[in-house]
T-cell receptor
Framework: NAGVTQTPKFQVLKTGQSMTLQCAQD?????MYWYRQDPGMGLRLIYY???????DKGEVPNGYNVSRLNKREFSLRLESAAPSQTSVYFC????????????FGQGTRLTVV | GIQVEQSPPDLILQEGANSTLRCNFS?????LQWFHQNPWGQLINLFY???GTKQNGRLSATTVATERYSLLYISSSQTTDSGVYFC??????????FGEGTQLTVNP
């Protein structure tokens, strides 16, 4: 039982490049989330998916797109990376929305140069 | 939206000391979690605590939802307790909102 798995763990991009961060959970959870954490700060919600087939914007959605591929997988795409998107990205899942305990992946450290 | 405030922002302890971390939230919440982010960046679940008190070894937490705060107690601290402690509050609209954390350093 791996929990929430993110790939890759580290990535360096040049400004303007695109990439997709992958997230998969094996806990049969309905809800999944993407957060970013900037140095010295808490986590801010980018997008979430309350259930398979739905996605909604969070606090900082600009510059990102998401896809809920199936119940297990939720990907985050940067279409044209900018230095302001340098951050650590965390994926999380919970059983049935915000009123149940959320579990986090190990994070992806992204640097945009 | 809801504001989540944690105090103190920084805390330095000697090994063996006790501490209390506080989390205030500006509106009613559906639920609350405490996390420990270790020096490697991993977020570890400590407590899922909508109300009342829970204990897990040297750690315990209390949430008083009607008064909009939660407390995390660490007793007999160890160097491995170092890291950042976050509280995160659940609000309507499926948002889990984080505070800015308390940076804890436990010296040997």
């Amino acid at each position: 039982n791996a929990g929430v798995t993110q790939t890759p763990k580290f990535q360096v991009l040049k400004t303007g490049q695109s990439m997709t961060l992958q997230c998969a959970q094996d806990m049969n959870h309905n809800s999944m989330y993407w957060y970013r954490q900037d140095p010295g700060m808490g986590l801010r919600l980018i997008y979430y998916s309350a259930s398979e087939g739905t996605t909604d914007k969070g606090e900082v959605p600009n510059g990102y797109n998401v896809s809920r591929l199936n119940k297990r997988e939720f990907s985050l795409r940067l279409e044209s990376a900018a230095p302001s998107q340098t951050s650590v990205y965390f994926c999380a899942s919970s059983k049935r929305g915000i009123e149940t305990e959320a579990f986090f992946g190990q994070g992806t450290r992204l640097t945009v140069v | 939206g809801i504001q989540v405030e944690q105090s103190p922002p920084d805390l330095i302890l000697q090994e063996g000391a006790n501490s209390t971390l506080r989390c205030n939230f500006s509106d009613s919440v559906n639920n609350l979690q405490w996390f420990h982010q270790n020096p490697w960046g991993q977020l570890i679940n400590l407590f899922y605590i909508p109300s009342g008190t829970k204990q897990n070894g040297r750690l315990s937490a209390t949430t008083v939802a009607t008064e909009r705060y939660s407390l995390l107690y660490i007793s007999s601290s160890q160097t491995t307790d170092s890291g950042v402690y976050f509280c995160a509050a659940y609000t309507s609209g499926s948002r889990l909102t984080f505070g800015e954390g308390t940076q804890l350093t436990v010296n040997p």
